[in-house]
């Protein structure tokens, strides 16, 4: 019954460490946040003091879905002085092209804002499993089109899983956004540009744990 107890209390501790968990800013001196309406309404002047230089904020999903609150964070992290990017959460269930048109007729094409990221990795509800040309040849498409409407080039956030079935960095020479918790990750074929280093932070100002990002020196 003790050696339970402890173990529950370990894992407690663990947690309450782990959500207010950053990587060095001495290591690190760009960190942020990157949140959908899942995150909720986000007071971003107390975000910018807890640290956060920059927001990558959801706006679309697959060809259809729009972030419903990508247009009031993408006026309020600009008003609140902090650098702001895009990001298109990618769909193996629906073509590069309609995927483009949607984030393209979302997302406004803004000298200031960060290069555009796309979220790769499997999606609940989708079973599709295409060959690895099929996938690639996708999202060389996808990333051309919202690239020639911002007008640079685009982040890959891409998950473990994702990469190890598809190698995507490895044929696509994009910047890279890997994701991995606490240790800096180790699985893209080419160095990171940015790190995923915490997907449940607690930061004042934003009403659930966010995923906090860094880039590298």
């Known amino acids: 019954m003790a050696t339970a107890i402890g173990v529950i209390l370990a894992v407690i501790l663990a947690l309450v460490l ?34 956060v230089s920059f927001a990558y904020l959801t706006a679309t999903v697959g060809a259809d879905a729009r972030d419903p609150m990508f247009e009031t964070n993408w006026r309020e992290v600009y008003a609140a002085g902090l650098r702001r990017g895009p990001l298109h959460v990618y769909s193996l269930c629906r073509l590069a092209a309609d995927q483009a048109n949607n984030f393209n007729t979302t997302v406004p094409n803004t000298a200031d804002s960060l290069p555009p990221a796309i979220w790769v990795d499997f ?4 079973a599709a499993r295409p060959d690895r040309a099929v996938v690639i040849g996708e999202l060389e498409r996808l990333l051309s089109t919202i690239e020639s409407h911002m ?34 990750p180790d699985y893209t074929a080419r160095s990171w540009r940015m790190w995923q280093a915490n997907a449940m932070r607690r930061i004042d100002g934003a009403p659930t744990l966010v995923h906090w990002n860094v880039v590298a020196p």
């Open 123 to 126: 999606e609940d509800g989708c």
């Open 18 to 51: 782990g959500i207010g968990w950053s990587p060095s800013p001495q290591s690190y001196r760009f960190q942020g946040v990157d949140v959908s309406a899942a995150n909720g309404t986000i007071e971003w002047p107390v975000l910018r003091g807890g640290g």
């Open 151 to 184: 007008r640079k080039p685009a982040l890959i956030k891409i998950s473990r899983r994702f990469e190890s079935a598809y190698r995507v960095t490895a044929a696509i020479p994009r910047p890279i956004w890997a994701v991995q918790a606490y240790f800096p």
